[in-house]
C-alpha cells in the first residue's frame, strides 16, 4: 500500500477534528442552548451506522471504493464551507450530519483500501497505519483550532474568529479532496477484494483498532467496526444472558458520556472560558487518552479486564460532575483552568481504559460464532446511546448543568454496577466447576 494516499485522509481528519469543536461552539455563538447542542449531537451520532453499514455494502457490491471516499470528503467540504454562510441553526445542523455521515461512511470503505492487495499477516499493521494518521489529524485539528482562537481573538470578535475557523478546516479537506483524486488506489473490480471480508477482517480491526483523539473527545461517533457481518436474527438467537447484560451496561455508560459531552461547549462557554480554553481543554482529554493506549492494552493482558472496566467506569463517574463544581468554583481563572485539565486528562485516560476493556468484554462474552456481530453491536449500541444520552444531556443541562452532570455520572455508575453483575455472573459457573 502506497502512504501517499494517506495523507490525504489525514488533511481530511483534521477537517474532522476541528468541526468536531467548532460546529458546537458556532451553535453556541448562534444562541443555541444546551438542548439544541443535544439534538446537534444526537443527529451526529444516529446517522454513523446507517451510513457505516449501507457504504460498506455498496463498496462490497460494486468494487467501488475511489468514488466514495473522494465524494465523502467533497460532502465535508462542502458542509464545513457552508455553516459559516448561515446564521440559523437549523440549517448548522443538517451540515453537521451531513459532515459525520461521510465520516462514518467512509471509515468501513477506508478499511477496505488500506488492507488491499497486501497479505493478510498485515491487515493489522495497516489497519493500525490508518488509525495512526487519522488520530494525528483529529490531534491537528484540536491544535489548529486552539491556536486560531488563542491568536485571532486579539483581533476580532469573538463570533468572528469562530467564523474565519471554519476556512482552514474547509481548506484542508479540499486539499484532501484532491490529494485523493490524485493518490487513492484504483478500485479492484466488481466485487472487490473478497478476501477482505468476514471474519479475517474483523479480527484485524481488532487487533490494530484504537479509539484515539476523536472518540475520547467526541465519543458519539461510530468506530472502525465491521457492519458488514451484521445478521439480527441469527445474534439473537444466539445470543448470551452475560452478553445482554454487558450490552446494558455499555448503553447506560455511552448514554452517561453522551449526557455529558452533548452540552459540555455550552457550560464551558457560560462559566467562562474562551474559545481557545475550551479547544486545548479537548486535545488534553484526547491526548490523554492517546498516550495511555498502550499502557490499557498491557493492563488488560495482564489483569482482570472486567474488574479494570469497572475502576474506570466508577472513577469517570465521579469525574464527569467534578467538572461542573469546577466550573462553579473557579470559573475560566488559571486555577480554574488547571484544575479542569487534571479532570479532563483523567477523563481521557480512563477513555483509554474502557475502550479497550470493552472490546476485550465483548470478543469473551461472545459465543466464537457471533464474535463479530456482537462487536458490531457494541459500536451500534455506542452510536444509539450517544444519540439518546446527547438529547436527554440537553435537556437536562438547559434545567441545571449541575444535575445534567449528576444524571451522567450516575448513569456511567449504573453502567459500572452491571458489570460487577456480569463479572459475578460470568465467575460462578468457573466457581461451580471448581466445587464440581
Known amino acids: 500500500m502506497a502512504e501517499r494516499w494517506l495523507y490525504g485522509w489525514g488533511l481530511g481528519s483534521v477537517a474532522f477534528g476541528g468541526a468536531s469543536l467548532v460546529v458546537p461552539l458556532y451553535v453556541v455563538e448562534l444562541g443555541g442552548g444546551p438542548f439544541v447542542l443535544g ?25 467501488k471504493r475511489r468514488p ?17 454562510l448561515t446564521g440559523r441553526v437549523t440549517p448548522v445542523i443538517v451540515a453537521n450530519g451531513a459532515i459525520w455521515f461521510a465520516f462514518a461512511a467512509a471509515t468501513p470503505v477506508l478499511t477496505l483500501l488500506a488492507v488491499a492487495d497486501v497479505p493478510e499477516s498485515a491487515w493489522s499493521e495497516r489497519i493500525a497505519l490508518l488509525n495512526q494518521y487519522q488520530g494525528i489529524g483529529w490531534a491537528l485539528g484540536l491544535l489548529l483550532g486552539a491556536v486560531w482562537t488563542s491568536v485571532g481573538g486579539r483581533f476580532l470578535s469573538a463570533e468572528a474568529v469562530i467564523r474565519w475557523l471554519f476556512v482552514p478546516f474547509a481548506v484542508c479537506a479540499v486539499l484532501g479532496l484532491a490529494l485523493g483524486v490524485r493518490t487513492l488506489p484504483p478500485d479492484p473490480g466488481p466485487g472487490g477484494d473478497r478476501r477482505a471480508s468476514g471474519t479475517r477482517l474483523r479480527r484485524a480491526i481488532r487487533a490494530a483498532d484504537r479509539f484515539s483523539v ?10 472502525r467496526a465491521d457492519f458488514r457481518g451484521l445478521h439480527p436474527r441469527r445474534f439473537a438467537d444466539r445470543f448470551t ?21 452533548a452540552p459540555l461547549p455550552a457550560f464551558l462557554t457560560a462559566v467562562g472560558f474562551g474559545s481557545d480554553g475550551v479547544f486545548a481543554l479537548y486535545l488534553i482529554n484526547g491526548l490523554a487518552a492517546a498516550v495511555s493506549f498502550g499502557a ?8 482482570d479486564a472486567a474488574l479494570l472496566q469497572i475502576a474506570s467506569l466508577s472513577t ?5 460532575p467534578a467538572l461542573a463544581l469546577v466550573g462553579a468554583a473557579w470559573g475560566a481563572a488559571a486555577l480554574g483552568f488547571g484544575v ?24 469473551r462474552l461472545s459465543p466464537l460464532s457471533i464474535r463479530g456481530e456482537a462487536l458490531g ?60
Do not use: Q
Open 214 to 223: 476523536r472518540t475520547a473527545a467526541f465519543p458519539v461517533t461510530v468506530g
Open 316 to 320: 469517570r463517574a465521579v469525574a464527569l
Open 68 to 84: 466514495i471516499v473522494l465524494a465523502m470528503l467533497a460532502v465535508v467540504a462542502v458542509g464545513i464551507g457552508v455553516i459559516p
Open 39 to 63: 439534538v446537534l449531537a444526537a443527529v451526529a451520532a444516529l446517522v454513523g451506522v446507517p451510513a457505516a453499514l449501507g457504504a460498506g455494502r455498496i463498496a462490497d457490491r460494486t468494487g
Open 377 to 436: 453491536t457494541y459500536a451500534a449500541l455506542g452510536a444509539l446511546a450517544g444519540g439518546v444520552g446527547s438529547v436527554a444531556g440537553g435537556w437536562l443541562a438547559a434545567l441545571s448543568y449541575a444535575v445534567a452532570f449528576g444524571v451522567a455520572g450516575g448513569l456511567v455508575l449504573l453502567g459500572a454496577a452491571l458489570v460487577v453483575l456480569v463479572r459475578r455472573y460470568t465467575a460462578a459457573p468457573a466457581l461451580d466447576r471448581t466445587a464440581s
Open 296 to 303: 490499557a492494552g498491557r493492563l488488560t493482558a495482564d489483569r
Open 241 to 261: 444472558p452475560a452478553l445482554a447484560l454487558y450490552f446494558v451496561a455499555v448503553f447506560c455508560a455511552f448514554a452517561g458520556f453522551a449526557v455529558f459531552f
Open 340 to 363: 479542569a485539565a487534571a479532570v479532563f486528562a483523567v477523563i481521557g485516560v480512563t477513555w483509554a481504559v474502557i475502550a479497550v476493556t470493552a472490546g476485550t468484554l465483548v470478543a
